[in-house]
C-alpha cells in the first residue's frame, strides 16, 4: 500500500492550493469564511470547487472573522463537519469565540496560515497569532512543508472528530514561504480521504430532536471547574489520538509523521528546536555541521497543543546546549513561549541541557543558513565553556 | 449651496504644491493602474487646502484594505489601525482631542462589513468626523471577494453565479443612523468631490461622504468592463444623478442611479460638546 502511495504521480502546488485541495477532498458540511492575506488563496480556490459543484459545502461569507467563527461555532453545534481559514489578525478576532468552540467541545478544523500581528501592520510570516490563541483549548499541529499540511489537515478531522478528545484543532503553516511557494506533493484520491475520515456522526447536536441539549449554557461554582477539568482531560487525551491517527496514517498511505520531527538528535550535543518551516534551512545546516564532525540536531514540534512534554524531555536528553528559536515574543523578558515551554519539559531530566531563547524571523524576516549556524557556534560555545552568553536575545535582527 | 461656497471657488482652483501635503518616500503608491484612489487622494488634499487648516492639526485614521493605505502617503497626523475599527480608533481620538480635525478613510468592505456596528454608532451619536467611504463594490486588496455594496447579480471571486446579497446604500444607513452630514461623490466628478469633500470637512458632526470608485482590476475584470475608463463613465457618470438635475428629473430617469451631492444636512448636538456640557459640566459643577 505504501509502495503504491510513494509511486503516485507527484504534482506542484502552493500550501494554500493543497490545503484548498485537501478541504474539497474533506468536503465538510459548512465553510463560514472571510478574506485575510495570507489564507485568501484556499477560500478562493475552496469557492471555485463550491460553485462547480465539486463540493456539498455551503460556503457562508461573512462580514468578518468574528462571525466567520460563530458561524462555525453555530454550525457545529447544530452537528455538522466544519472548517475555515484564516492568518493574524483574522484569527485574533476570532480569540473570544476560540475559547467557545474549545469549551462547547466542537470538533472544528481550521488552517491559519501564520502571520505576524498588527502593529505595525504586516502581512508576512511569523507565529504570534497561533501563538496567542495557545491556551484557547485548541489542538495546534505545525506544518514543516506543503505536503505536511495537507497532510495534517486530513488527519485534524480524525483528531477533532474522535469520541475521546472532542476538541477544535488548528493547523499552522508558514505565510508566503510555505502558503504561496510552490513545492513537490503527492495528493491522495478523494475516495482515500472520505475512507480515512469517515462519516462524521456527531455525538450530541442541536438539531437531534430526539435527544435535546444545549451548549454553553451557565455554570457558576457549581460546575464550571468540572467542565474545564473535562477539557484539560481531553487535552490530554488528545496526544495519544494524535500518534494513532499519525501512525493509521502511515500504514495507509506511507507518510509517517510523529509528535515531534527529531534530526540526528540520537548522539547529539548541541540543537535547535523549532517550530514549520524553518526546520529545512535548520536542517541542511545540521547536515554540514555533522559533515565536519560536529555532534548537532534539530527539534521540530508538530504538536505544539497539547505539548509533547515528555517526547521532548526524551529526544533532548543527550544535548548539553540547545537554542530554542521562536518566531513569536512572549514580551516578558523571559523569552519566546516555545522556550519556555521547552526549558520547562527539560526541567525533571537527569542532566539538564543549557537553554537559551533566540526569537528570529518576525515579520516575514528572513532565516538563513548563517543565522542558524550562528546560533550552533554558540551553542558551540557553551558547551566549551559552560556558560552562555545571553538567555534570550533577538536574531536575523 | 452652503454660503460661502462661491468664496471658496476661486480658491479651490488654485494649483498648489502636493508635495506640502504628501510623504514622497512613501510613494509610489500600491493602487493599480485605473484606480480612482489617487483621485479621490487629490480631491481630498485641495478641499483640506481649501479648508485652510493646519495640517498638524488633522488627524487621519483609516482600517484595512486599498483605500486604508491613504494615511501612509500623506504627512498629517495619521493612525492605520484594525479592520473595521477606524471608527472606534477615532472616536478615542476626537475625544482626547476634540480640536483636532479627525478624517476617517475606509471602504465599503471595511466601512460596512467588518466595521458596520462602529460605523452606524459613530453616526448615531454624531461625533465630529469626517468620513470618506471609497465604495468600489468590492474587496480589493485580498482579491475581489463581493461586499456589502456589490450590486446584485454581479459576480466576484465568491459569488460566480451573480451576487444574492442585497447591497446597502452607505447614504441612506448613514442618515437612518443620525449622522447630521450625509454626502454622495464619485472619481469622475472631481471638481465636484473636492467642494462635496470641503464642505464635509466644515460641518460639525458625523460627516459621511459615500465616494464611488471603480476597482478594474478585480471588479471591472470579473463583470466585463472594457476599461478604467469605460467603468467610469458606466457606473460613476451614467450610474449616478445629482440631487439638483434629479429634482427636474421624472422618476423612471432616476431609476438604479445614486444620487450625487449633499443628500442630507442638519444641525444637531455633537457628541464631545454634549459629553463637556452635559456629562462634564455637571459632574464638575461648573
Given at each position: 500500500?505504501?509502495?503504491?502511495?510513494?509511486?503516485?504521480?507527484?504534482?506542484?502546488?502552493?500550501?494554500?492550493?493543497?490545503?484548498?485541495?485537501?478541504?474539497?477532498?474533506?468536503?465538510?458540511?459548512?465553510?463560514?469564511?472571510?478574506?485575510?492575506?495570507?489564507?485568501?488563496?484556499?477560500?478562493?480556490?475552496?469557492?471555485?470547487?463550491?460553485?462547480?459543484?465539486?463540493?456539498?459545502?455551503?460556503?457562508?461569507?461573512?462580514?468578518?472573522?468574528?462571525?466567520?467563527?460563530?458561524?462555525?461555532?453555530?454550525?457545529?453545534?447544530?452537528?455538522?463537519?466544519?472548517?475555515?481559514?484564516?492568518?493574524?489578525?483574522?484569527?485574533?478576532?476570532?480569540?473570544?469565540?476560540?475559547?467557545?468552540?474549545?469549551?462547547?467541545?466542537?470538533?472544528?478544523?481550521?488552517?491559519?496560515?501564520?502571520?505576524?500581528?498588527?502593529?505595525?501592520?504586516?502581512?508576512?510570516?511569523?507565529h504570534?497569532?497561533?501563538m496567542?490563541?495557545?491556551?484557547?483549548?485548541?489542538?495546534?499541529?505545525?506544518?514543516?512543508?506543503?505536503?505536511?499540511?495537507?497532510?495534517?489537515?486530513?488527519?485534524?478531522?480524525?483528531?477533532?472528530?474522535?469520541?475521546?478528545?472532542?476538541?477544535?484543532?488548528?493547523?499552522?503553516?508558514?505565510?508566503?514561504?510555505?502558503?504561496?511557494?510552490?513545492?513537490?506533493?503527492?495528493?491522495?484520491?478523494?475516495?482515500?480521504?472520505?475512507?480515512?475520515?469517515?462519516?462524521?456522526?456527531?455525538?450530541?447536536?442541536?438539531?437531534?430532536?430526539?435527544?435535546?441539549?444545549?451548549?454553553?449554557?451557565?455554570?457558576?461554582?457549581?460546575?464550571?471547574?468540572?467542565?474545564?477539568?473535562?477539557?484539560?482531560?481531553?487535552?490530554?487525551?488528545?496526544?495519544?489520538?494524535?500518534?494513532?491517527?499519525?501512525?493509521?496514517?502511515?500504514?495507509?498511505?506511507?507518510?509517517?509523521?510523529?509528535?515531534?520531527?527529531?534530526?540526528?538528535?540520537?548522539?547529539?550535543?548541541?540543537?535547535?528546536?523549532?517550530?514549520?518551516?524553518?526546520?529545512?534551512?535548520?536542517?541542511?545546516?545540521?547536515?554540514?555541521?555533522?559533515?565536519?564532525?560536529?555532534?548537532?540536531?534539530?527539534?521540530?514540534?508538530?504538536?505544539?497543543?497539547?505539548?509533547?512534554?515528555?517526547?521532548?524531555?526524551?529526544?533532548?536528553?543527550?544535548?548539553?546546549?540547545?537554542?530554542v528559536l521562536d518566531r513569536a515574543d512572549s514580551?516578558n523578558?523571559f523569552g519566546g513561549p516555545l522556550f519556555n515551554?521547552?526549558?520547562?519539559?527539560?526541567?525533571?531530566?537527569?542532566?539538564?541541557?543549557?537553554?537559551?531563547s533566540r526569537i528570529y524571523?518576525?515579520?516575514?524576516?528572513?532565516?538563513?543558513?548563517?543565522?542558524?549556524?550562528?546560533?550552533?557556534?554558540?551553542?558551540?560555545?557553551?558547551?566549551?565553556?559552560?556558560?552562555?552568553?545571553?538567555?534570550t536575545?533577538?536574531?536575523?535582527? | 449651496?452652503?454660503?460661502?461656497?462661491?468664496?471658496?471657488?476661486?480658491?479651490?482652483?488654485?494649483?498648489?504644491?502636493?508635495?506640502?501635503?504628501?510623504?514622497?518616500?512613501?510613494?509610489?503608491?500600491?493602487?493599480?493602474?485605473?484606480?480612482?484612489?489617487?483621485?479621490?487622494?487629490?480631491?481630498?488634499?485641495?478641499?483640506?487646502?481649501?479648508?485652510?487648516?493646519?495640517?498638524?492639526?488633522?488627524?487621519?485614521?483609516?482600517?484595512?484594505?486599498?483605500?486604508?493605505?491613504?494615511?501612509?502617503?500623506?504627512?498629517?497626523?495619521?493612525?492605520?489601525?484594525?479592520?473595521?475599527?477606524?471608527?472606534?480608533?477615532?472616536?478615542?481620538?476626537?475625544?482626547?482631542?476634540?480640536?483636532?480635525?479627525?478624517?476617517?478613510?475606509?471602504?465599503?468592505?471595511?466601512?460596512?462589513?467588518?466595521?458596520?456596528?462602529?460605523?452606524?454608532?459613530?453616526?448615531?451619536?454624531?461625533?465630529?468626523?469626517?468620513?470618506?467611504?471609497?465604495?468600489?463594490?468590492?474587496?480589493?486588496?485580498?482579491?475581489?471577494?463581493?461586499?456589502?455594496?456589490?450590486?446584485?447579480?454581479?459576480?466576484?471571486?465568491?459569488?460566480?453565479?451573480?451576487?444574492?446579497?442585497?447591497?446597502?446604500?452607505?447614504?441612506?444607513?448613514?442618515?437612518?443612523?443620525?449622522?447630521?452630514?450625509?454626502?454622495?461623490?464619485?472619481?469622475?466628478?472631481?471638481?465636484?468631490?473636492?467642494?462635496?469633500?470641503?464642505?464635509?470637512?466644515?460641518?460639525?458632526?458625523?460627516?459621511?461622504?459615500?465616494?464611488?470608485?471603480?476597482?478594474?482590476?478585480?471588479?471591472?475584470?470579473?463583470?466585463?468592463?472594457?476599461?478604467?475608463?469605460?467603468?467610469?463613465?458606466?457606473?460613476?457618470?451614467?450610474?449616478?444623478?445629482?440631487?439638483?438635475?434629479?429634482?427636474?428629473?421624472?422618476?423612471?430617469?432616476?431609476?438604479?442611479?445614486?444620487?450625487?451631492?449633499?443628500?442630507?444636512?442638519?444641525?444637531?448636538?455633537?457628541?464631545?460638546?454634549?459629553?463637556?456640557?452635559?456629562?462634564?459640566?455637571?459632574?464638575?459643577?461648573?
Amino acid at each position: 500500500m505504501a509502495t503504491n502511495t510513494a509511486m503516485k504521480k507527484q504534482t506542484g502546488l502552493t500550501g494554500n492550493s493543497a490545503i484548498a485541495i485537501a478541504m474539497k477532498q474533506i468536503n465538510p458540511d459548512v465553510c463560514p469564511a472571510y478574506p485575510i492575506t495570507p489564507s485568501t488563496a484556499i477560500i478562493e480556490d475552496f469557492s471555485s470547487y463550491v460553485a462547480d459543484g465539486d463540493v456539498d459545502t455551503e460556503l457562508i461569507t461573512v462580514e468578518s472573522e468574528h462571525s466567520a467563527m460563530s458561524a462555525c461555532i453555530g454550525a457545529a453545534a447544530a452537528g455538522a463537519r466544519v472548517m475555515t481559514a484564516t492568518s493574524s489578525q483574522g484569527l485574533a478576532l476570532m480569540w473570544e469565540m476560540l475559547y467557545i468552540a474549545s469549551g462547547m467541545r466542537l470538533p472544528i478544523v481550521i488552517t491559519n496560515v501564520n502571520r505576524a500581528l498588527s502593529a505595525p501592520i504586516n502581512i508576512h510570516c511569523d507565529h504570534s497569532d497561533s501563538m496567542g490563541a495557545r491556551d484557547a483549548g485548541w489542538v495546534q499541529l505545525y506544518s514543516e512543508t506543503v505536503q505536511e499540511a495537507y497532510d495534517n489537515l486530513i488527519m485534524a478531522v480524525r483528531i477533532a472528530e474522535n469520541e475521546k478528545v472532542l476538541l477544535p484543532v488548528m493547523v499552522c503553516l508558514d505565510g508566503f514561504i510555505t502558503s504561496h511557494a510552490i513545492e513537490n506533493i503527492t495528493l491522495l484520491d478523494k475516495a482515500e480521504v472520505q475512507s480515512f475520515i469517515g462519516e462524521y456522526k456527531p455525538e450530541r447536536s442541536l438539531l437531534d430532536i430526539d435527544h435535546p441539549s444545549t451548549f454553553g449554557a451557565m455554570t457558576l461554582q457549581d460546575a464550571y471547574m468540572t467542565f474545564k477539568h473535562q477539557q484539560s482531560e481531553a487535552m490530554t487525551r488528545a496526544k495519544d489520538v494524535v500518534s494513532s491517527v499519525s501512525a493509521e496514517f502511515a500504514k495507509k498511505f506511507g507518510r509517517n509523521y510523529g509528535l515531534i520531527d527529531a534530526y540526528r538528535l540520537e548522539d547529539a550535543e548541541i540543537a535547535i528546536v523549532i517550530l514549520n518551516s524553518a526546520a529545512g534551512t535548520t536542517k541542511v545546516v545540521v547536515d554540514e555541521l555533522r559533515k565536519q564532525g560536529k555532534k548537532a540536531g534539530m527539534l521540530r514540534l508538530r504538536l505544539f497543543r497539547p505539548l509533547p512534554h515528555k517526547e521532548i524531555a526524551d529526544a533532548l536528553k543527550n544535548c548539553k546546549a540547545v537554542a530554542v528559536l521562536d518566531r513569536a515574543d512572549s514580551m516578558n523578558d523571559f523569552g519566546g513561549p516555545l522556550f519556555n515551554e521547552v526549558r520547562s519539559a527539560l526541567y525533571d531530566g537527569e542532566t539538564r541541557p543549557k537553554v537559551i531563547s533566540r526569537i528570529y524571523g518576525l515579520g516575514g524576516r528572513d532565516y538563513k543558513i548563517k543565522d542558524a549556524t550562528d546560533v550552533f557556534d554558540e551553542l558551540s560555545a557553551a558547551v566549551k565553556t559552560g556558560k552562555t552568553d545571553t538567555l534570550t536575545k533577538y536574531i536575523t535582527l | 449651496m452652503s454660503e460661502g461656497t462661491v468664496a471658496k471657488k476661486q480658491k479651490l482652483s488654485v494649483p498648489f504644491d502636493y508635495d506640502k501635503y504628501l510623504r514622497p518616500k512613501k510613494l509610489p503608491h500600491i493602487w493599480c493602474p485605473g484606480c480612482g484612489h489617487g483621485i479621490v487622494l487629490k480631491a481630498l488634499l485641495r478641499a483640506i487646502e481649501a479648508s485652510g487648516l493646519n495640517k498638524d492639526d488633522i488627524c487621519m485614521v483609516s482600517g484595512i484594505g486599498c483605500s486604508s493605505r491613504t494615511p501612509g502617503y500623506v504627512d498629517f497626523n495619521t493612525m492605520h489601525s484594525l479592520h473595521g475599527r477606524a471608527f472606534a480608533f477615532a472616536t478615542g481620538i476626537k475625544f482626547a482631542k476634540p480640536n483636532m480635525k479627525v478624517i476617517v478613510i475606509t471602504g465599503d468592505g471595511d466601512a460596512l462589513a467588518i466595521g458596520g456596528n462602529h460605523f452606524i454608532h459613530t453616526c448615531r451619536r454624531n461625533i465630529d468626523l469626517t468620513v470618506l467611504v471609497y465604495t468600489n463594490a468590492i474587496y480589493g486588496m485580498t482579491g475581489g471577494q463581493y461586499s456589502p455594496t456589490t450590486p446584485l447579480g454581479d459576480i466576484a471571486t465568491t459569488s460566480r453565479y451573480g451576487n444574492i446579497e442585497p447591497p446597502f446604500d452607505a447614504c441612506k444607513m448613514a442618515e437612518a443612523a443620525g449622522a447630521s452630514f450625509v454626502a454622495r461623490g464619485t472619481a469622475y466628478h472631481t471638481l465636484e468631490l473636492e467642494k462635496t469633500i470641503l464642505e464635509a470637512i466644515k460641518h460639525k458632526g458625523t460627516s459621511v461622504v459615500d465616494i464611488i470608485d471603480a476597482c478594474p482590476t478585480y471588479y471591472g475584470r470579473m463583470n466585463k468592463y472594457k476599461s478604467a475608463t469605460h467603468m467610469m463613465e458606466v457606473i460613476e457618470k451614467d450610474g449616478t444623478v445629482s440631487v439638483k438635475q434629479a429634482d427636474k428629473l421624472p422618476p423612471e430617469k432616476l431609476e438604479g442611479k445614486l444620487l450625487r451631492g449633499v443628500l442630507y444636512k442638519t444641525d444637531r448636538p455633537e457628541y464631545c460638546e454634549q459629553y463637556a456640557t452635559q456629562v462634564m459640566g455637571k459632574a464638575t459643577g461648573k
